[in-house]
């Protein structure tokens, strides 16, 4: 059950889009499409952005995008606000039938 | 949708404590239920999963064997009786709902702090 790998940090403008990876193997993303994100604020729970790959939960903002690749989820963000700077999170169901996190990317908004 | 976590303190090492998760504002029976932590300055990391029923259990290999997760349907509760406890579990615990299975957690609780200390 070894982390997904997540850059520590990434930062950008208001109004740019970003994207973050989130690397895993062969036995967690590249095994199935049980890829999820997850923000978090400070002093906050996580809020799940996106399931399934692609998927979001009802009500969420569509500026949240997510795609896969092989062992490699992405995340993107598309007209970045100053409320989008967080922790972001990918998580994977894993084919042993449990689920790991990575170790997340801080987000600074310029 | 509501889970309100209750149980963390301070514990010494080698010590014991039950957390519980009350859940309201949806059907507690139909929800498979998550234990997840996060330490300090850490990412999340999940630890335990349960299905609707309570049949069903899965756990994290660093919790293996000394974190028991449970539930009460009756009572919509959710608990974890974690023993053995060392420095490294020390955090913050969330349960989380995992509506439709494949680990996706659309509800979290506000977390009960576990602090694992001498």
């Known amino acids: 059950q070894s982390a997904l790998t997540q850059p520590a940090s990434v930062s950008a403008s208001p109004g740019q889009s970003i994207t973050f990876s989130c690397t895993g193997t062969?036995?967690?993303?590249?095994?199935?499409?049980?890829v999820s994100w997850y923000q978090q604020h400070p002093e906050k729970a996580p809020k799940l952005l996106i399931y399934d790959v692609t998927k979001w939960p009802a009500g969420l903002s569509s500026r949240f995008s997510g795609s896969k690749s092989g062992n490699t989820a992405s995340l993107t963000i598309s007209g970045l606000q100053p409320e989008d700077e967080a922790d972001y999170y990918c998580a994977s169901y894993t084919h042993s039938a449990t689920m790991v996190f990575g170790g997340g990317t801080r987000l600074t908004v310029l | 949708v509501q889970l309100v976590e209750s149980g963390g303190g301070l514990v010494q090492p080698g010590g014991s404590l039950r957390l519980s998760c009350e859940g309201s504002g949806f059907t507690f029976t139909d929800s498979y239920m998550n234990w997840i932590r996060q330490g300090p300055g850490k990412g999340p990391e999940w630890i335990s999963y349960?299905?609707?029923?309570?049949?069903?259990?899965f756990y994290a290999d660093s919790v293996k064997g000394r974190f028991t997760i449970s539930r009460d349907n009756a009572k919509k509760s959710l608990y974890l009786l974690m023993t053995s406890l060392a420095v490294g579990d020390t955090g913050v615990y969330y349960c989380?709902?995992?509506?439709?299975?494949?680990?996706?957690?659309?509800?979290w609780g506000q977390g009960t702090p576990v602090v694992v200390s001498a």
């Open positions: 349960i299905s609707s029923g309570g049949h069903t259990t």
């Open positions: 989380a709902r995992d509506q439709y299975g494949g680990y996706k957690f659309d509800s």
């Open positions: 062969s036995s967690d993303i590249g095994d199935h499409d049980f």
